[in-house]
């Protein structure tokens, strides 16, 4: 990964590609809430394969960890249906969160919020820990890449001046030498006075390390949507089927002509402080926009499809595939992300929407991406 010596240019592919920056970027972009009381819903109400949520009525076996709630586990309804004709639901019919299908997890404790900035600041001050964004890129790793290219930085989004086509992402992201957790955007930005806000530019490897530390792990792609659905069988987002309900904003979203202008109505133009937004039913902030989160499965299109017993029985507790493929970028390895960013809209990727999935390559953060954590009930 490098940068021309101007920092507004753009980076010519043959550079990116040259340090394997281009799968990185390319999959960050497709990956690119009162609280509500869980319910139920008729499989008739719920539409497109979903039938009614039910919780397994265990209770934990231990005092609420600080910063976590009790997600009961039960069996559900996994993935989601093609959103187009949905309002909000953008132009992605999504077919890789299909066939949906009935899942069963066990009851765990999860993070309420994301992992905030003075969280992860801790664990560094405790470990001396060194994330991948802090650490040069070596030369065993891209032969061939220049000295000069082998900086320490990571992705940033950086919005054009104007209108520019939706089918070139390099059109508002640029790799950005000094870019890390302390400073998310670069050398000139900082977390001071931000540390409510949710840590980011954390690659995969560092959502574990945090996790591990913490005495907790990242959560697999069924508990994280089983938690995020809140108790909701089938609904659109985490707190209904109404984007803006009585034309309240529920999430960190994109709102704005996309990327180039975002009028932040929902009162943040980037990432919020956690919690900013209602909670859901199993009193989850944030599980909907604002940043990314890390899951520990590999990422397959074709999960869901793998996961299916042809016997009709309830998957229980998927740990996810064995290995990662993504026909878009053979060879690159790649863990789900869930829940969308700030970013997220309905001209280019509605991934707010609760059954959807999103993917990155494991050695790449982004100013748009961080993590919770969760701990096993037993």
Not at 229 to 235: E, P, V
Not at 258 to 271: H, L, S, V, Y
Request: net charge negative; hydrophobic share 35%.
């Amino acid at each position: 990964m490098a940068v021309d010596d101007l920092p507004s240019r753009r980076f010519p592919w043959t550079i990116i590609a040259g340090l394997g920056a281009a799968a990185a970027v390319y999959a960050l972009l497709l990956l690119a809430s009162g609280s509500l009381r869980p319910r139920a819903r008729s499989p008739s109400s719920a539409g497109g394969g979903f039938e009614p949520t039910t919780t397994a009525g265990e209770s934990p076996r231990r005092p609420a960890p600080e910063g976590m709630v009790w997600i009961p586990g039960g069996e559900f309804s996994m993935g989601c249906d093609d959103p187009r004709r949905k309002p909000f639901g953008g132009g992605d019919p999504m077919p890789d969160a299909r066939p949906i299908h009935r899942v069963a997890v066990d009851g765990l404790w999860m993070d309420r919020t994301e992992v905030t900035n003075d969280q992860f600041a801790a664990f560094v001050a405790a470990t001396g820990y060194v994330t991948v964004a802090e650490t040069p890129p070596s030369a065993e790793d891209f032969p061939g890449a220049p000295p000069e290219n082998l900086v320490a930085g990571s992705i940033v989004f950086s919005p054009p001046e104007g209108p520019v086509p939706l089918d070139n992402h390099y059109s508002w992201w640029n790799y950005i030498p000094g870019a890390d957790w302390r400073h998310p955007t670069g050398p000139g930005s900082s977390i001071e006075g931000r540390g409510d806000d949710p840590v980011v530019q954390v690659a995969y490897a560092d959502a574990l390390a945090y996790a591990t530390w913490a005495g907790k792990r990242l959560p697999t792609e069924a508990e994280w949507e089983f938690a995020a659905r809140g108790g909701l069988a089938g609904a659109t987002y985490p707190w209904g089927d109404e984007f803006l309900p009585g034309g309240k904003a529920m999430a960190n979203t994109w709102q704005g002509r996309f990327p180039g202008e975002n009028t932040a109505e929902d009162g943040f133009p980037g990432a919020s402080p956690v919690a900013s937004f209602p909670a859901n039913g199993y009193g989850l902030h944030d599980i909907s926009g604002n940043v990314w989160e890390w899951c520990s499965d590999w990422y397959r299109p074709d999960s869901y499809a793998r996961d299916v017993r042809r016997d009709g029985q309830v998957v229980r507790n998927p740990q996810g595939p064995d290995t990662s493929h993504d026909p878009q970028e053979p060879g690159q390895a790649k863990r789900v992300l869930r829940g969308g960013s700030f970013m997220c809209t309905d001209q280019y990727c509605s991934r707010y929407i609760v059954g959807t999935r999103g993917k990155g390559e494991v050695s790449s953060g982004a100013n748009h991406i961080g993590f919770r954590c969760v701990l096993p009930g037993k």
